[in-house]
């Protein structure tokens, strides 16, 4: 488990008791917002955030997990921090994000997990206005909030892939109200599934975690659940993990219905 700090991230192995190991961030950075191991383990990457106005390149770090190695630093834009391996593990994707005044495009950068090359860039098109993201991306596809609507779209192009209104009510309550907003998305591993948490502004009130088919926005399965802070899925796809972070805190590990 990697547990994202300000400036820093803590490693914890599960297959011990060992206390936890801290890896630093490169560069000037505050709070840890996007980590992500890969699927065999082996590598540990993350970036922190910085300021919605900084244009600077930010960095990647990279830690291999098996060795006492130096961490290894990637360049890419930190605006919107999102960084995930590729399904086999071979390569590192990371949100390749450029603000100009105030507009934005958003694009795609992957290096190649053997030698850490930069090996494609995606420019992007203009981020829509109004949008908000993107909360999760493959190689193809990024999520995104507008309008009370999580959308799907094309990175190299921005087509919409799809769009479907946020399911912010809980499932046996008229209590909800407020807009509707996308806190967490992540994809399966196979790119068939989106595993979303969507919440009302009335923060009393549980939100819902939404499994939907990636191929068309179509939900699958629905959760009430409160305060979640982090989702995952297993490398496999069969199953993901969820976490709270206010309350009464707790990790659950649940099994994806087919």
């Known amino acids: 488990m990697a547990l994202g700090r300000v400036g820093s991230v803590d490693f914890y192995p599960t297959v011990d008791a060992r206390d936890p190991q801290r890896y630093y961030c490169a560069g000037s950075c505050g709070p840890i917002t996007a980590v992500t191991l890969s699927p065999d383990g082996h590598w540990l990457a993350f970036q922190a955030a910085r300021g919605v106005l900084e244009i600077t390149p930010g960095l990647v770090t990279v830690v291999d997990l098996r060795a006492a190695a130096e961490p290894r630093s990637l360049e890419a834009s930190a605006t919107r ?33 053997a030698s850490w090359r930069r090996v494609r860039d995606v420019p992007g098109v203009l981020m829509p206005r109004g949008a908000v993201g993107p909360f999760a991306l493959n190689d193809r596809l990024a999520a995104y909030q507008r309008d009370g609507r999580m959308e799907l779209r094309e990175i190299a192009s921005g087509a919409v ?25 992540v994809f399966a591993p196979r790119s068939d599934l989106a595993l979303s948490y969507e919440s009302s ?5 549980p ?28 490398p496999d796809g069969g199953s993901f993990v969820y976490s709270t972070g206010a309350g009464r805190t707790y990790t659950v590990l649940a099994r994806v219905p087919r």
């Open 81 to 113: 921090t999102r960084v995930q391996f590729a399904r086999d593990g071979n390569s590192l994707l990371a949100a390749n994000i450029l603000r100009v005044d105030d507009a934005g495009s958003f694009g795609l950068r992957t290096w190649s997990a």
């Open 161 to 185: 892939a799809w769009s479907v209104p946020l399911a912010a009510a809980p499932l046996d309550s008229a209590r909800a109200a407020g807009a509707a907003q996308l806190e967490l998305v």
């Open 207 to 234: 939100g819902t975690l939404v499994l939907r088919q990636l191929r068309d926005g179509a939900t699958l399965a629905l959760y009430e659940v409160a305060h979640v802070s982090a989702l995952a899925f297993a």
């Open 201 to 205: 502004a009335v923060r009393a009130v």
